[in-house]
Each structure stands twice: as structure tokens, then as C-alpha cells.
């Protein structure tokens, strides 16, 4: 019926009253901008009501009844409240409109109708969505409701059946999905006359076990037995359509368990991808073409578009309107790493020098130069693609046109051919009209008591001494242009003068850390090959020069006010290396206090523990992005150290926050030590500001990541490296026109390594749509969980979380139930209708939701909460990406002789298995779970002991053993840890041992132990919140 790219239009897309969905407010929480809602409008039923503790999803295996939201966005400052407009109350006794009988449709796609969609029934039994008893279902009992039998209503004409009550339907594969609930009971197929029917073919299914009990040998498979899932089949559940009064009758009835395995699987859109679009060539030539996912290995041809390594968006496809927009509330966002690393066999950025000149700009929007500028009359003059202003090109910019319109000399110039480039800039793009000096890099150690005695102190020492032979240096360049400089302190500060003339290093001591100077000038920078033996000398004293402190009082902000002076006296930018590890307490500015209060947690003030206590941290931030000071903290804490207030300077001026937890030289050091390396070693962006630039009609109003703005467009990062990304959200300012689509240009000034003032262009052509069929087609889920979770982050400042994890759930409703209104054919409210790119946008939202961030858990510390908010705040879409759905490897089924990673498998414990061994990684952490009957010969090869009972679980490294499943494993390890910006410590877990509670954790799609819906129970919620949008 509905071909591919050809959707038909339900009868109840038309809007009617009564029917339409009401715009919410979208990504602003608690925006004073934001009105509330019209009057007379109610807000739909919160799915998180107030039966679920703490405002936490649904425990039980129903979702609870139709309980009004709290004040969305009852903002920290008064604010007005802010709810989402929803549909109007609908009589509860019976449905508002005409009762049909549910749509019937082919079992399975023929080839010809591939429409993208995936439809989950989940005929919710107790179907009449607005008569849930208030509360929850006692957990096993399902909803206690009246069943669903089907009810004669208007006819329609016949469809081939998915499943024709009363009827069995023989191979092609079924795809009815049981309803969910909680018993294990297979099925039965509704019959005309509300008769049980035979079970479908997919009853066989066994329920994961339950807490205690053992699970079978093997893990289950990714598919159920009746083969994969293809796109754009139906999987309805008969007989799922509400009816009139008549439903009243009957007992209650047990409710069915979905079967996870039918429902979308993150593993096979993942590996579905790879499969078809792995290991190929992906041109970016085209208008709006969405790209790969980030988890699938390409090669990206930079074809007039940026690559996908540099900007992601949420949709490839604009709508043309705000009401559009407004209406389908898909965030319109850009994921941009700027400096993102490009693989060997990738081209590098290409450097355009025009000399004095300076790149060509439009002059009335600022745009560069790029493959959207139109040449015309001749190429003497040019269009501009983003104001469309005519501008005269320079004369020592002009090229004769050939028969097409295109510029003679078109592929010969990166800036006309191709996405990205850079500009080599001139000194109007630079401080004070003059050129910039080579950046410096400030090491600065906490040498107070503890730090000595735990043998910190001399392995940083030892290491620098290491790492600084490893600078970053321009490519063509011998040696490094960065200048270092070394500081310790702990209620002072002591620096060191270093000038290579010297015999032994001069240590100056300041006292008074309330006035923060630079004793010296001379010597307090120096070039390393020239000074290296003096700094030598240097390293090898400090241990011994402070081995008999006994001073346990630190300072900390007077420690970066003296680097940026430091810095701002020598006249470049540059990044201070702190290594810290407690509570300032000393008497200065940003002296801190234990505000650690387990009571504020879920409270309305919970937020005020994300907050910095003091703003003397916010302006210092401030001085530094002012003076190109970048900071990057390496925290050693053994209790409370207010990373809240800690960590801001590093996250706004663009730095880096490492944490170790009661860091023990013989188990982490090896995680410290390649951090700070590959924190040295990587690509990076001095004294930068950024500037996104628009076509007509939208533009950047909202910006997330590791930045400062002074004002609304001017991105300021005092550096920016190659795995910071900053997440745009853009607005309509008018009407966007289908035929020149959307362009998006990110131009970064910054200052290299070596000193050099340049331009780094990004360009991207979307498409632009009047049709949301089109909108939801070009959509990324991993971009949108990119930008959902930085906009969740950032209002966790401002807002109860519970309002935040609402307002989640209720966007993402409305995002489906759009989608179902206006893009889907019609077909029994029992089904739960995804778009097929936002298929596992559900799964990925829970695990969202679940984080620790928007859900406190008694094991895990405020500290630890405030630092995992700031890493997502910089991520890039593949980092998000697996930080919150984590990479799951069974390891006993490796082929010893392939170099590919093994097929991954659903975060789920029902996966594991007692014979199997499994690596889970999620970029921060990697756990090696043993089950307790792991085959021995896999034991001896990758521990090199003879059993389970001997495996030592304090290692944080595996021996090298050589054989060849220990090196497989090794290899593996190592291709996982390669791409990721933190160093992941190993923990070794053994099942039914007690450090398994951790690792548990991150089973995602399982129910959290502290709240949090599993995956089937959250998709149960989210079906429930459509329904009643909907109705």
C-alpha cells in the first residue's frame, strides 16, 4: 500500500478540532521566553506521575495512571511556569471518535513496500488509555482493566491479514508482538467473537529469568527464531482497538510480556548499517544526504560538503516553517567538532593562503568564500548563497566562467570545491593587529602532604619528563614552539625559573595568594630542548624538596590566576596542567566548603549541587577565555572535592576534566599516565572563537560545550581540541525555501601550535521540506542524544530534575505521536508506530534518563554525578553514543584468527550467559565479566591461571600471556580504547560477586536498581503518552 517514499495520509492527518496537536516549547526548560500555555488548554497526563517514587519511571511492569505533570519549568528564578500545551480532556467513558475495526496489513513487506516504519503493538491491554486506575499495578498483576475485544464499527476494506482473528498464520515469519505486562503465558489470538485463538508462532518465547535464578546455557540470540526484522513491517497485536462501553465487561485478564527481542534492537540497526554501508566510499557531494552512522567504518569524500566527522546534525532536512517545526518538535541541531581527527587515509584540510588579501568574505552577511557562493556575469561578480547580497569579486580573485557558470579554475580551489578548508588569516584576524606567539603548556603540581606520600608527586615528575619530548609540533617543523613552565603549590605557590644558562633551577615562593603575581619573567618560559637538563634537575628535586611537608591545606584558584598572569605576561596563549587532589581549603579566593548534602537529593534544590558554590570561579573563567588560558585539571580525590565548583574552569575556557577516585599508584596509574599523554600529544586550537552563519530564514540561537559567549553569536574557547564538540540548536526566523534548502557555515579563528593565525571553514547544504514525512526520514537518533542530553545537562542548573526528565518523556511522545498523526498509515491505536531512523530513539532516551546525572543512586557520589554532566557537555555524537547505550562483546566466541571486533549484543542481562565471558565499554569505564562456568582453557589463556576461583579481580591490566586468545583480547581492547578521549581503567567482575552491582549498571535496557524503566517498560510509557496526545 504505502511505497517507499510515498506516505499515505491517514484520514486523521487533516487537522481537525479536537485532533491537533498543540506546539510545546521545545529544548528551553523553564525559559522566561517561553509562555505557558494558551488557556483552556489542558497538559497532557504526565507519564511520570506521582506514584512512581522520586518521580521516577514506572517500576513495575505497567506504566502508571494518567497523572498530571508538576509545573513544567518552574524556574530558579521565579520564572513563569512553563507547560507544554496538550490535547483536551477526552470523556473517559467512551472514545471521541468512530470505533473501527484495526486496520489489517500485509504480514510482511513485499519488496515493493518497504515503508520506513517499525510498528510495535503494544496492545496495552486495558486499551481505554484514560481509564488506568490512578497508581501502579502491583508489580506481576499487570494493569487490573477489562479485556479488549474486538467491536464491530464501520467497514473497511479488506487488507491482505497480518493476523486475521481466528486465523494461523503460517510462515512468512509473524510479527505480532505480545502485549506488555508481566505474565509469561503465551498469547492468544483474539477470534472475531473475543474467543482465544491459536497462539502465534513466536509463543516459544522463554522469559528472562529472574533475579536469582540461573540462566540457561548460551546467550540468547539476537533475533528471535523467526528470522530479522524487516523495514517497514507492521507488528500489530490483534484485536487492539479501544471499544465503546461494551469493553466494561469481562474479567481482567493477564496481561502478555513483550517479547524484547521483537521490539527495536540498537545491535542490528547498528550492524544493519554497517552491512550496507561499511567499508565504502561516502561522497559528500549532494544536498541533505544523511550520512553514515558513527558507529560504521567509512571513507568520507569530501565532496563540497563538510564531512560527518566534523558536523552531525539531528535532521539532514529543515522544515520549511516554525510552526513546522513547532508542530513535529524535532530539535534542529548541528553536532560541530571542529578539530575532529581524520584517519590516515582521509585528505587533510587543505591551506588556502591569499597572501595580504586574506580570504574573500561577503560584505554584507561576513560568509567565506565556499561552494554555496553563485559566480555571475562573467565571474565578475558572485552571489552570495547565505544573504544572497551580489558582491565584486577582487581582482586578484577573478577566473573567467566556463559553459555551465562554474569558475575555470573551480576544482583547483579548495574553497570553492570542497567542505572544508583553511584560511591562513591576516593580522586584522589578530590581538592588537599583530602576529600571535607560540602558545605555552604550565604544569602545575599540588605537592600538599598526601600527594607526596602516596608517590603522586614523583610520577608526575618522572612521566614529564617523558611527555615533554613529545610536544605537538607543527608537521613540517624539528622541534615544538611551545614553551613550558613548571608551578607547585599547596598554600602557596612556588615557581620555578628554569633559563637554560642556569646550574640548578631557582625556586621564588608567593606568599600572598590573595594578590596572585609572577615573581619572574625571564626563565619562567622556556624552550625544553634548550633548558632540558635544568628542567631535568627540576623534576628529580621536587619530590625530595617537599618530602617533609606536612602541609595538608591546598589552594586552587590563585593556582590558575597565577598561570593565566603568567601567560597574559608573556603575551601568549596557552594551557595550564594542574594536578590537584582535595578540597581548597585554605584561606584565598575560591577557598570551598563541604557542601556535600545527601538530603537535597530529590528535592527541588538538587540542582544547587551542580552549581559552583562561589562565582569566583565563573569570572576567573571568564579571565582566562579573555587571556586564551586554557585549563585542564587532573583531580585525585579520596572524598568530597566539589568537582561542581572545580571542574567550571576547565569546562568554559575549553579544557579537560580527568578524574581518579582514591587513586592507588599499582592499580591506576597506568589510566593517569596515558591520559596525560594523549592530553599532550593531541591536536589543538588556541585563542579561538567560533561563528555559525546561516542562510535566511533560521539561525543559531542556542550553543552547548566546553564555551564561553559574551554575546549571542561569538563563540569564545580559550582552546579547543580535536574531541570537544559544540551542539548548535537553530531557530526559524522565517520561511525556508525547499528549493535552496538550509547552509550552515562554522568558521573557527584560532591560533595553531606553531603560532599561526587561521581560518577553519566548515560548510553544510540541508535540505528543506514542507512535508514532515521528509523531516523524519533525514533524522539522526544518535545527533538527537547528543543534543537532548546537553540541553538536559545545562538545565540541570536551573530546574528540579524530575521536571527535566518529564518534559523528555513528554517530547519525545510528541515527536512519535506527530509522526503517527501525520506521517504514518492508519492502524489500530494497540500500535506503537516508529519512524525507521528514529526507531531505537526510545531506548537510547531511557538510557538518557537513567543516567546519574538526571537520576540520583545512593552508591554514587555528588562529585561523580557533576563530573559525568560536564564530559557529556563536550562530547561528539559518537562519544554520547556509547557513553549512554555501552559497546557489549562476548569475548568466548571470538575467532582468534579474525582481526574484526565480534558482533555486539543488547545491554541486557538476560544476554549473558554462566558459560560466557563478556567486555563492556562505555568510554569511561571497561568491565571483563566472568561467568562462574567460563570454559578453563579461555581462563588459562587470558589470565594464565588454571580456574575461575584463581582469577585475581584487583588487576586493572591483563598479563601478557602469548597465546593467541590473550592477544586477540588484548587487540580488541586496545581498537575499543583507541578512538576515545579517556583512558578506560579495566575492572575485572565476577558473577554473583559484589562488585557485579556496578557493572549492572550499565545494562541499560534492563530496570535500574534505583529506578529507571527497563527498555520494554519506558517503550510501554512513551506508547501510553502518544495514545493520549493523540486522543
Not at 757 to 774: G, M, P, T, Y
Not at 885 to 909: F, G, M, N, W
Not at 940 to 949: C, E, K, L, R, T
Request: one cysteine or more; glycine letters at 8%; hydrophobic letters at 35%.
Amino acid at each position: 500500500m504505502s511505497q517507499q517514499g510515498y506516505v499515505a495520509t491517514p484520514p486523521y492527518s487533516q487537522s481537525q478540532p479536537g485532533i491537533g496537536l498543540s506546539p510545546p516549547h521545545y529544548g528551553h526548560y523553564g525559559d522566561p521566553s517561553h509562555a505557558g500555555s494558551p488557556p483552556g488548554m489542558m497538559k497532557p497526563a504526565g507519564p511520570l506521575g506521582a506514584a512512581a517514587p522520586g518521580g521516577m519511571l514506572p517500576q513495575g511492569p505497567s506504566p502508571p495512571g494518567p497523572h498530571q505533570f508538576g509545573q513544567n519549568g518552574a524556574h530558579a528564578q521565579g520564572h513563569p511556569p512553563q507547560r507544554f500545551p496538550g490535547p483536551p480532556p477526552v470523556n473517559s467513558a467512551t472514545p471521541s471518535y468512530a470505533p473501527y475495526s484495526p486496520s489489517t496489513q500485509s504480514s510482511y513487506p513485499s519488496p515493493a513496500s518497504t515503508a520506513s516504519v517499525t510498528q510495535l503493538a503494544s496492545q496495552l491491554n486495558a486499551m481505554h488509555i484514560n481509564s488506568y486506575g490512578s497508581g501502579m499495578a502491583p508489580p506481576g498483576q499487570g494493569l487490573p482493566g477489562p479485556p479488549a475485544p474486538l467491536f464491530q464499527g464501520l467497514p473497511r476494506p479488506p487488507q491482505p491479514s497480518i493476523m486475521q482473528p481466528g486465523s494461523q498464520v503460517l510462515p512468512p515469519p509473524p510479527t505480532a508482538l505480545n502485549g506488555p505486562g508481566s505474565s509469561p503465558l503465551p498469547p492468544s489470538t483474539h477470534r472475531q467473537d473475543g474467543l482465544p485463538g491459536p497462539a502465534p508462532l513466536n509463543a516459544q518465547y522463554q522469559p528472562p529469568p529472574l533475579p536469582g535464578q540461573t540462566l540457561g546455557t548460551g546467550y540468547s540470540p539476537q533475533q528471535a527464531s523467526y528470522g530479522p526484522q524487516m523495514a517497514g513491517g507492521q507488528l500489530s497485536y490483534p484485536g487492539g482497538f479501544p471499544g465503546g462501553p461494551a469493553q466494561m465487561a469481562g474479567p481482567p485478564q493477564l496481561q502478555k510480556k513483550l517479547d524484547p527481542d521483537s521490539i527495536p534492537s540498537p545491535i542490528q540497526v547498528i550492524e544493519n548499517d554497517r552491512a550496507t554501508r561499511g567499508g565504502q566510499v561516502y561522497a559528500t557531494n549532494s544536498r541533505g544526504q544523511v550520512p553514515p552512522l558513527v558507529t560504521t567504518d567509512c571513507v568520507i569524500q569530501d565532496q563540497g560538503n563538510a564531512s560527518p566527522r566534523y558536523i552531525r546534525c539531528t535532521t539532514y532536512c529543515f522544515p520549511c516553517t516554525s510552526d513546522m517545526a513547532k508542530q513535529a518538535q524535532i530539535p534542529l541541531a548541528a553536532v560541530i567538532k571542529p578539530f575532529a581527527t581524520i584517519p590516515s587515509n582521509e585528505t587533510p584540510l587543505y591551506l588556502v593562503n591569499h597572501g595580504e588579501n586574506g580570504p574573500v568574505r561577503c560584505n554584507r552577511c561576513k560568509a567565506y568564500m565556499c561552494p554555496f557562493m553563485q559566480f555571475i556575469e562573467g565571474g565578475r561578480r558572485y552571489q552570495c548563497g547565505f544573504c544572497n547580497c551580489v558582491n565584486d569579486v577582487p581582482p586578484f580573485y577573478f577566473q573567467h566562467l566556463d559553459h555551465i557558470g562554474r569558475r575555470l579554475d573551480h576544482y583547483e580551489k579548495p574553497e570553492l570545491s570542497l567542505g572544508s578548508y583553511e584560511y591562513v588569516a591576516t593580522l586584522d584576524y589578530c590581538r592588537k593587529n599583530k602576529p600571535p606567539n607560540p602558545p605555552a603548556f604550565i604544569f602545575m603540581i599540588d605537592v600538599s602532604y598526601s600527594n607526596i606520600k602516596n608517590g603522586l608527586v614523583k610520577l608526575i615528575c618522572e612521566e614529564l619528563k617523558t611527555v615533554l619530548e613529545k610536544l605537538p609540533k607543527e608537521e613540517q617543523e624539528e622541534t615544538s614552539a611551545i614553551r613550558v613552565g613548571f608551578i607547585t603549590y599547596n598554600k602557596v605557590l612556588h615557581f620555578f625559573n628554569v633559563k637554560s644558562n642556569l646550574a640548578q633551577p631557582q625556586m621564588m615562593v608567593v606568599t600572598d595568594v590573595g594578590e596572585v603575581f609572577v615573581p619572574l619573567l625571564d626563565g619562567f618560559l622556556v624552550n625544553y630542548q634548550e633548558s632540558q637538563s635544568v628542567i631535568h634537575n627540576l623534576l628529580d628535586q621536587i619530590p625530595e624538596m617537599f618530602a617533609d611537608s606536612n602541609e595538608n591545606e591546598t589552594v586552587f584558584a590563585p593556582v590558575i590566576q597565577a598561570g593565566m598572569e603568567a601567560l597574559k605576561a608573556a603575551d601568549c596563549p596557552g594551557k595550564l596542567f594542574i594536578f590537584h587532589s582535595s578540597l581548597p581549603t585554605a584561606e584565598a579566593p575560591g577557598k570551598l566548603k563541604n557542601r556535600d548534602d545527601k538530603k537535597l537529593i530529590n528535592t527541588d534544590k538538587e540542582k544547587i549541587l551542580f552549581q559552583p558554590q562561589t562565582n569566583v570561579y565563573d569570572s576567573l573563567a571568564k579571565d582566562c577565555v579573555a587571556h586564551g588560558c586554557c585549563v585542564t585539571l587532573f583531580l585525585f580525590p579520596s572524598q568530597y572535592v566539589d568537582v561542581a565548583s572545580l571542574g567550571l574552569v576547565p569546562q568554559l575556557t575549553g579544557g579537560t576534566l580527568y578524574k581518579y577516585n582514591n587513586f592507588q599508584m599499582h592499580m591506576d596509574s597506568q589510566q593517569f599516565l596515558n591520559d596525560l599523554r594523549n592530553d599532550i600529544e593531541k591536536k589543538i586550537g588556541f585563542d579561538a572563537i567560533m561563528r555559525i552563519r546561516t542562510s535566511t530564514g533560521f539561525r543559531a540561537t542556542d550553543f552547548f560545550g566546553g564555551i564561553f559567549m559574551n554575546n549571542t553569536t561569538d563563540v569564545e574557547m580559550a582552546a579547543i581540541d580535536c574531541d570537544k564538540a559544540v551542539t548548535v540548536e537553530f531557530k526559524h526566523d522565517d520561511k525556508l525555501a525547499e528549493d535552496s534548502g538550509a547552509l550552515i557555515q562554522c568558521a573557527v579563528l584560532y591560533t595553531t601550535i606553531g603560532g599561526q593565525r587561521r581560518l577553519r571553514i566548515h560548510n553544510l547544504s540541508l535540505n528543506c521540506s514542507s512535508q514532515l514525512a521528509d523531516l523524519y526520514k533525514s533524522c539522526e537518533t544518535d545527533a538527537l542524544i547528543n543534543f537532548f542530553a546537553k540541553s538536559a545537562f545545562k538545565a540541570v542548573l536551573h530546574q528540579p530534575l524530575k521536571v527535566i526528565r518529564e518534559i523528555l518523556v513528554n517530547q519525545t511522545a510528541h515527536m512519535l505521536a506527530c509522526y503517527r498523526k501525520n506521517c504514518a498509515s492508519p492502524s489500530a491505536a494497540s500500535q506503537l508506530i516508529l519512524p525507521d531512523s528514529m526507531k531505537i530513539l526510545p531506548v537510547y532516551m531511557n538510557c538518557l534518563l537513567k543516567n546519574c546525572v538526571l537520576l540520583s543512586r545512593p552508591e554514587i557520589s555528588t562529585d561523580e554525578r557533576a563530573y559525568q554532566r560536564q564530559l557529556v557537555m563536550t562530547m561528539g555524537v559518537a562519544d554520547s553514543q556509547l557513553f549512554f547505550y555501552p559497546q557489549l562483546l562476548p569475548i568466548h566466541t571470538l575467532d582468534v584468527k579474525s582481526t574484526a571486533l565480534p558482533t555486539a549484543i543488547r545491554c541486557s542481562e538476560s544476554r549473558l550467559s554462566e558459560e560466557g565471558i563478556f567486555l563492556l565499554a562505555n568510554g569511561l569505564n571497561m568491565f571483563l565479566w566472568l561467568g562462574v562456568s567460563s570454559p578453563p582453557e579461555l581462563i588459562q589463556g587470558i589470565f594464565n591461571v588454571p580456574s575461575f576461583a584463581h582469577i585475581n579481580t584487583d588487576m586493572t591490566t591483563l598479563p601478557e600471556v602469548g597465546n593467541p586468545y590473550s592477544q586477540t583480547l588484548r587487540m580488541i581492547m586496545s581498537i575499543i580504547q583507541q578512538k576515545r578521549p579517556y583512558s578506560m581503567k579495566l575492572t575485572i567482575v565476577k558473577q554473583r560477586e559484589q562488585p557485579e552491582m556496578v557493572f549492572r549498571q550499565f545494562l541499560v535496557e534492563d530496570k535500574g536498581l534505583y529506578g529507571g524503566s527497563s527498555y520494554v517498560d519506558f517503550l510501554c510509557c512513551v506508547h501510553k503518552e502518544i495514545c493520549q496526545l493523540l486522543n
